[in-house]
């Protein structure tokens, strides 16, 4: 899963520095841009996951996540599965 944002980010990095080659340092900034924005993600995702996990683990029946829940949980909605 971070691979794959890893990945993305590479891909968008290269493309902006074969595109912005005649323009100096937009290359340089598109990369650092992608490499933020991807890390942000991979945060993001890892405290979706955390909360998912602690939900479903929860010892309370009356708090933790019914299955429902946990499908519609927001780690679900924002991990997307590597490109193939």
Known sequence: MAGS???????????????????????????????????????QIKQHLDQLLKG???????KRLTPIEAINHDFFKKAQPPAK
């Open 5 to 43: 944002i890893t990945r993305e980010a590479d891909r968008f990095a290269s493309a902006g520095s074969a595109a912005g080659s005649a323009s100096g340092g937009a290359a340089s900034k598109t990369a650092a841009f992608a490499q933020q924005k991807s890390e942000r993600e991979q945060e």
């Open 56 to 62: 479903c683990l929860c010892t309370d029946p009356e």
